[in-house]
């Protein structure tokens, strides 16, 4: 019997239904959220991306705002650029695409935006918070899929389950969310001896590694859950197309349920997104930055 196929852009919309209808409240106090989204250079995904962005913000009643630079601006310039949108106060939250031209020091970007304003959820403050299990704006990925595995299993707690990639965007932030969830967790990675054999143990499996359809239906136990967050453009029978970092064929025959690539993971970003912009904004309200530089506290899930 195949596995159940999560639908990530139901799910999605369910977040967003959310985030409209706390931004609604919001506006009826005279507050309207702010997103401003910085872009450099001319990426055509990038471009995409932010373009997507830009467009659930007007949907669901936040306010967005393009800051773009070219392609040769200086790390001095994009510095310049985060430090006057922090000090906007109609700015609630702060996302930088990623990534940036070669001669601009990523890290020193993220780092440089306010905790409070990090809607991406990168800061090291925000990641300690997650780590220690205190309320932090979370990464918007990893956010997304423990709601997706939420409403698949409902109550996680107990469950066994291993993330594969260790990557500081989703592998360590899903790992500590799935423990606050009281999960038992592994993270396996690269150097892992037998990672296979370890995810025919879990409950749940979550993928993130980057590599086309690394994991396939022989790393499953039969009945587990799988979440794929890899998206991969290959080129197949004379034709491009996205697939994910699970071989979904063989997996959707030995899992309980699945997420498709395109329409499972992906979907979920952006509505975390617009999740994290109206917590940062509710979080600012209860503890103005004035008062509380190291950031409020919005809710993780």
Request: glycine share 8%; with cysteine.
């Amino acid at each position: 019997m195949s596995a159940h196929i999560i639908d990530g852009k139901a799910i999605a919309q369910k977040v967003l239904d959310e985030v409209r209808t706390a931004a609604a409240a919001l506006a009826a106090r005279g507050i309207t959220p702010g997103l401003a989204v910085v872009l450099v250079g001319e990426d055509p995904a990038s471009q995409v991306y932010v373009r997507n962005k830009v467009l659930r913000a007007g949907e669901v009643g936040i306010r967005s705002l393009e800051r773009r630079l070219p392609a040769d601006a200086s790390e001095a310039e994009v510095l310049a650029l985060i430090e006057a949108l922090n000090r906007d106060k109609t700015v609630n939250g702060i996302l930088v695409q990623l990534p940036l031209p070669a001669q601009i020091d990523e890290n020193k970007v993220i780092q440089a935006i306010r905790p409070e304003k990090d809607v991406d959820g990168f800061h090291v403050a925000n990641v300690g918070a997650l780590q220690q299990g205190l309320p932090a704006l979370t990464a918007c990925t990893p956010l997304g899929c423990l709601r997706l595995l939420r409403e698949t299993c409902g109550d996680l707690s107990g469950k066994h389950a291993v993330v594969v990639g260790r990557s500081n965007i989703v592998g360590k932030p899903m790992a500590a969310l799935l423990l606050q969830a009281h999960c038992a967790v592994t993270v396996v990675h690269s150097r892992t001896p037998d990672a296979a054999g370890l995810c025919r143990l879990a409950d749940i499996v979550v993928v993130a590694v980057g590599r086309p359809r690394m994991v396939d239906g022989s790393w499953l136990k039969p009945g587990a859950v799988v979440i794929d967050v890899g998206i991969n453009r290959i080129d197949e029978n004379g034709k491009s197309r996205l697939v994910g970092d699970v071989d979904f064929e063989s997996a959707k025959e030995v899992a309980s349920a699945i997420t498709p690539v395109p329409g499972g993971v992906g979907p979920m970003t952006i509505a975390c997104l617009m999740q994290n912009t109206v917590s940062a904004t509710l979080a600012q309200i209860a503890a103005p930055a004035s008062d509380n530089p190291s950031g409020g506290k919005p809710q993780t899930a």
